[in-house]
C-alpha cells in the first residue's frame, strides 16, 4: 500500500471582500510535466473536470478509495460517471454544478488549461477536480475540497497551490502506458511513487483561482469612494473616505493574516492619515469598517 503525502501549499492574497452570495472565478492551471524528462507520444491532461458542492460530500479524498467517476477520470479520461455521481449529489442538494474544463496537448505553444468565469453559491463554496496525464495506468492531478470563502465567511480572492501526481489506485503499472492490470483491490489514492516511474520531480504544475469582480461599474465607484494614497508608500499614507460615511475602524493585516495594526475612532474625518513607517516593507492589507456597517479591504505596498 502505498504511503500518503499530503503536499499542498496555498497562497491567499485578499483584494477586496464583499458580503455577496455568489462570486466569480477563473481557474488557470499550468502544466509543469516537461521538468520531468521526456514526455511520452501523445502527451495530455485530459479534460479537468470540475465540481462545486458542500462539505456534506468528498467527490475524491487522497487515502480514500477511489470512486467509479474518478477511476475512469484516472484511467481513461472518461467523465460521464463522474458527472453523473455529480448529478446525484446536486439532487441531493449537496453539489451546484459540474463542469467540463478544456483538455491540453503537448503539441502546440499553450501550457496551461482555462475555465473562465465560474461563478460559485456561497451555498456550496467547495471545489474538487480532475484531469488525467495520459498515456498513464491511473495517475491523475487532483483537487479536494478546496473552500473559497475563508473562516470568516469571506470570498478569498486569490489561492495558488502546486499540483502532484496521484495513484487512483485502481490499475497496475508504472510507466507511460495503458489498459493495464487492475489492482485488486483497489489501493487508497496516493503520490506516485517517483522512484519507480519517469516522473522525476514531484510538482506537476500549479493551479491558480482568481476571484473577478461581478459588477466592474459598481467596483469602480467603490473604489472611487475610498481611496488610500500614496500607494506605493513609505508608509505614511492616507485614507480618502470621499462619499461613505465615516470609517469608524481600520485594522492592518500582512500576507500571512497576522494583524499588525488596529485603530478605531470615534469621530473621524473624510480625511485620515496613518503613519505605518514602522512596519517592515511589502504587501499589507488593510480593512476599513464605517459607520454606514461597509467593510471594504486594499492591498497597500510599503516601499
Known sequence: MKKLILKTIFLLFCLHTFGQTTATYDIIFTSNWEAHGTLPGSAHFTELVVATHNTNITFLEMGGLATPGI?????????????????????????D???????????GPGRTIAIS?????????????????????????AVNSVSLIDNGGQWIPEITMDLFT??????????????????????????????????INERIGTIVFTQKQLNVEEFNSQKEEIKISPNPSNGNISILAGKVSNIKEIEVFNVLGRQVRSYKFKNSNNTINLDLTNLNSGIYLVRLFTEAGRVETQKIILK
Open 117 to 141: 468565469d465560474l461563478t460559485v453559491s456561497s451555498d456550496y463554496p467547495l471545489v474538487s477536480l480532475a484531469s488525467m496525464l495520459a498515456p498513464s495506468p491511473d495517475w491523475m492531478i
Open 97 to 107: 454544478q459540474f463542469i467540463e474544463g478544456p483538455d491540453l496537448f503537448f503539441n
Open 71 to 95: 477511476e475512469q477520470v484516472a484511467e481513461t479520461g472518461g467523465f460521464s460517471i463522474f458527472e453523473s455521481e455529480v448529478n446525484a449529489a446536486i439532487n441531493a442538494n449537496n453539489a
Open 166 to 199: 496521484y495513484d487512483a489506485g485502481t490499475e497496475e503499472g508504472n510507466g507511460y502506458s495503458l489498459n493495464n492490470s487492475p489492482t485488486n483491490p483497489h489501493e487508497p489514492i496516493s503520490l506516485v511513487d517517483h522512484s519507480s516511474t519517469p516522473l
